[in-house]
């Protein structure tokens, strides 16, 4: 699974061969340049799944439920959840919470939507872990974290992202799921991977977390074409012959 939150970037990641395109509320920051994902709204992530939709040919489309948008009630959550499906044209949604949000889960998978859930480091609840730290380092939080993927699964979620928690505690987490895990940071052992998009290929340039391998680095090539762009407009160098239009001489005699 990779990430993609336009037309062109679901191209891409279709093109190159994922089976699941998410479109996070990662594009939170790495697309609309806030410092975290809590201020993507529901129209932020109708908007740029349709884009990812008429992008996309092979992959399914996951729509990432904001920040507010499954919590106030299970009614308002499934609302939003049909919205990404009918509006949007999304196949599946992704929440993030464990045991907490099972009963959410539940109402959406019962109206026929596939629910992916997503535990571990859970962004949209940043204030509360102190950061963006490993999870499930102690006892307590890893056997929480258990409970959390198993009460998911209980509640009809036909995967989990394991986001930034130690290998060991994926790879348990892992062999006890009848789901597939999909992991970001959470080493080997997860049934699939996914990243960002923007990291993946060097498109974010202002920073990556540890678990990014960087296979591009297109920042720094899309500046250097935008500078030999405007270093060839400055010479005189573009446009070149190729690139223009002209017209017939004797209709130019007679505009002089
Ligand atoms: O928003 C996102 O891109 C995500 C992935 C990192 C799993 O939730």
């Known amino acids: 699974m990779l990430t993609a939150y336009d037309y062109p970037s679901a191209r891409v990641v279709d093109s190159g061969g994922v089976d699941v395109i998410l479109v996070g509320d990662s594009l939170g920051m790495v697309v609309l340049g806030y410092d975290n994902t809590l201020s993507v709204t529901m129209e932020d992530m109708l908007h740029h799944t349709k884009a990812v939709v008429r992008g996309s040919q092979k992959a399914m ?64 609840s940043i204030h509360q872990l102190g950061g963006f730290k490993v999870q499930g380092k102690d006892e307590s939080t890893a056997r929480k974290m258990i409970d959390d993927a198993r009460a998911l699964e209980q509640a009809g979620a036909f995967s989990i992202v394991l986001e930034t928690v130690p290998w060991q505690l994926a790879r348990i987490i892992t062999g006890k799921a009848t789901v597939p895990t999909i992991g970001i940071g959470a080493g080997l052992h997860c049934d699939g991977q996914v990243l960002v998009t923007h990291d993946l290929l060097g498109i974010f340039d202002r920073f990556a977390p540890k678990f990014v391998r960087r296979y591009a680095n297109l920042y720094l090539e899309m500046v250097s074409a935008v500078e030999r762009y405007v270093a060839e407009v400055g010479n005189s160098e573009f446009p070149a012959p190729e690139h223009t239009f002209s017209m017939k001489e004797e209709l130019l005699e007679k505009l002089k």
């Open 61 to 124: 489309v996951v729509f990432d439920m904001p920040f507010l948008s499954y919590h106030v009630n299970r009614e308002e959550a499934l609302r939003n959840a049909g919205r990404a499906i009918q509006e949007a044209g999304a196949q599946a949604v992704k929440l993030e919470g464990g045991q907490e949000v099972a009963p959410v889960v539940e109402t959406i998978v019962k109206a026929g939507i596939p629910v992916m859930g997503h535990i571990g480091l859970t962004p949209q």
